[in-house]
């Protein structure tokens, strides 16, 4: 959230340069600009930066502006369904079977009482094309393959929008 931010997405970047000396040469595009709802005095500001400078701009986690300093979220965001816990679409439109989320089996997971730990996606994706994925950890866990995989699509999409 940025406070009142310059009127020009040039003036904007080239004060975010000059004051943040680790990302003065990178490349920056404002994708978007949205007031925040329950601030209308801020600003969400949705930034494309060159993969060098993420990988910097993500490790602070932080971007000074003006006289502030702002926190800094990849803004990615990978639609689940909460039945079934796959990709790219939502419970109420789910036709699979209810999955746990914890040990992948045909419960709730809040009625989970295994003390094993299965990713269905990974155990789909690998009956599905004959894998050999990791299936041990839960469907939230950030080193998953399937989750991983979705995350980089997500992201070579969000690049061809430019």
Same mark, same amino acid.
């Given at each position: 959230h940025v406070y009142d931010p310059e009127s020009s997405d040039e003036e904007f970047i080239? !004060?975010? !340069?000059?004051?943040?000396? !680790?990302?003065?040469n990178a490349t920056i595009e404002i994708l978007k600009r949205e007031r925040n709802k329950l601030n209308e005095k801020k600003f969400n500001i949705i930034m494309n930066i060159d993969i060098e400078s993420y990988a910097i701009v993500m490790n602070e986690k932080k971007i000074r502006h003006q006289f502030s300093i702002y926190k800094i979220v990849d803004n990615i965001y990978i639609r689940r369904c909460y039945n079934c816990f796959g990709f790219n679409h939502i419970a109420a439109q789910c036709t699979n079977k209810i999955a746990c989320a914890k040990c992948a089996g045909n419960h709730k997971s809040t009625e989970c009482e295994s003390q094993t730990? !299965?990713?269905?996606?990974c155990a789909i994706a690998n009956e599905k094309f004959k894998l050999s994925l990791d299936v041990n950890h839960n469907v939230w866990a950030k080193e998953c393959n399937i989750y991983l995989k979705k995350l980089d699509a997500s992201k070579k999409a969000l690049n061809n929008m430019q």
């Amino acid at each position: 959230h940025v406070y009142d931010p310059e009127s020009s997405d040039e003036e904007f970047i080239q !004060k975010i !340069k000059a004051q943040n000396e !680790k990302v003065r040469n990178a490349t920056i595009e404002i994708l978007k600009r949205e007031r925040n709802k329950l601030n209308e005095k801020k600003f969400n500001i949705i930034m494309n930066i060159d993969i060098e400078s993420y990988a910097i701009v993500m490790n602070e986690k932080k971007i000074r502006h003006q006289f502030s300093i702002y926190k800094i979220v990849d803004n990615i965001y990978i639609r689940r369904c909460y039945n079934c816990f796959g990709f790219n679409h939502i419970a109420a439109q789910c036709t699979n079977k209810i999955a746990c989320a914890k040990c992948a089996g045909n419960h709730k997971s809040t009625e989970c009482e295994s003390q094993t730990t !299965k990713c269905i996606n990974c155990a789909i994706a690998n009956e599905k094309f004959k894998l050999s994925l990791d299936v041990n950890h839960n469907v939230w866990a950030k080193e998953c393959n399937i989750y991983l995989k979705k995350l980089d699509a997500s992201k070579k999409a969000l690049n061809n929008m430019q």
